[in-house]
């Protein structure tokens, strides 16, 4: 890992509160993503990610350092996160092209759950019961939302479902091993979010037809998207997972799926139907037995 970089680490309790503000910012990822419809997937990640890149560049210019950073961060660090910002957000722009946003929304957000499950197997931690419950307890409000969700299960929208599983899945593995790799600045994040903005174009202009907002609501939306969810949000999250309390910050983003939820119902977007609304008690209180286990022992 690189040790000289001209970085001043937050402290701890800092940290997690900057980190919890990704949380709030991704409540408002369901909504900005279903308001920017109809730009295609992978194009609308290449116009996010570039703001966010501008976004981390301005910060980037007033902490400095860029030059050496990008010369000494390792390989790995690389991989992980372009794969991680590049990956989990072409997956979810797809899961909620491909299925209703509220149900994609809220399986894509058990990656919660699945860092306090990641987490509680690393070498120094241990897997305990409630880890299992909760895991039951969340995935069988995944289950409900698949087949009583708010519009119903269908099988056209089983695709849409499997691409917001490998988001939570995409998700928790970025925010668990980033911890790893706790001596890189936050300033790494830029290069990641202009390289994921690179391959998404690519993508883009291999497989999309190119597709112009056609109203206000989506221009106001991709950049909405670009400077909060897809922009500020991660480089609040960068610090907070590297150098924050992660167990605490964990259980603190279990807010997200019943923050989003209720964005979308407030919107328009979703309704609120009891089938909805207990599946999201059903996440939260899984997710919440499971970081109870974490923080026992």
């Not at 809220?106 to 299992?132: F, K, N």
Request: aromatic share 10%; net charge positive; proline share 5%.
């Amino acid at each position: 890992m690189p040790k000289n970089h001209p970085h001043v680490f937050p402290r701890k309790p800092v940290a997690t509160g900057v980190g919890f503000g990704a949380v709030l910012l991704w409540a408002l990822l369901a909504l900005l993503t279903v308001g920017s419809d109809p730009i295609p997937p992978f194009q609308l990640s290449a116009m996010t990610f570039a703001l966010g890149g501008v976004v981390g560049g301005l910060f980037s210019l007033r902490q400095g350092g860029l030059r050496l950073v990008l010369q000494t961060t390792p390989t790995a660090v690389w991989v992980l996160g372009i794969g991680g910002l590049f990956g989990y957000h072409a997956l979810y722009f797809s899961a909620l092209r491909m299925a209703p946003a509220a149900e994609a929304g809220l399986i894509a957000y058990l990656w919660p759950l699945l860092i306090v499950l990641l987490s509680g197997m690393l070498p120094s931690e241990t897997l305990r019961p409630l880890h299992v419950i909760g895991a039951v307890v969340s995935f069988a409000g995944a289950a409900l939302i698949v087949a009583w969700g708010g519009a119903g299960f269908q099988w056209d929208y089983a695709a849409g479902y499997a691409l917001a599983m490998l988001c939570a899945l995409t998700w928790s593995g970025y925010s668990v091993l980033s911890r790893r790799f706790s001596d890189v600045p936050t300033q790494v994040v830029t290069f990641f979010c202009m390289s994921a903005a690179g391959l998404s174009a690519l993508t883009h202009f291999a497989f999309e037809q190119t597709v112009i907002p056609d109203s206000t609501v989506s221009w106001l939306s991709v950049m909405g998207l670009g400077l909060g969810p897809v922009g500020l949000a991660f480089y609040l999250w960068d610090i907070g997972v590297k150098h924050g309390d992660i167990q605490l910050l964990g259980t603190a983003s279990y807010a997200a799926p019943l923050l989003s939820t209720c964005v979308l119902i407030v919107a328009g977007f979703a309704q609120a139907t009891t089938v909805l609304l207990v599946a999201a008690g059903l996440i939260t209180a899984g997710a919440g037995l499971a970081a109870l286990g974490s923080r026992k022992g």
